[in-house]
């Protein structure tokens, strides 16, 4: 289904597409680190690896969210 929207709604619908983009990207990097280590022991450098990534997937996550509310509150607007 194809949707129209003014300037703005594509500017927001882009905005949630590529921070969905940025999402899967962090996510599969934090599984790639994590099954480097198959014992689910990490060295210390490991462990600070995991880390990275999982505070970037969850960076990318709440933009994600961030873009998929103001989109929604664009294409729902609150009835006064």
């Known amino acids: 289904m194809k949707y129209l929207w003014d300037e ?3 500017a927001l619908r882009q905005a949630v597409d590529l921070a969905h983009a940025a999402y899967m ?4 990097a934090s599984r790639a680190i ?3 280590f198959p014992s689910h022991l990490p060295d210390p450098d490991g462990t600070q690896r995991i880390r ?3 505070n970037a997937e969850r960076h990318a996550l709440d933009e994600y969210v961030k873009a998929l509310r ?3 509150d664009y294409v729902n607007p609150k009835q006064p």
Do not use: V
Not at 25 to 28: K, P
């Open 8 to 10: 703005k709604g594509r």
């Open 52 to 54: 990275n990534a999982a």
């Open 34 to 36: 994590l099954a480097d």
């Open 25 to 28: 990207s962090a996510a599969e």
């Open 70 to 72: 103001a989109f929604n």
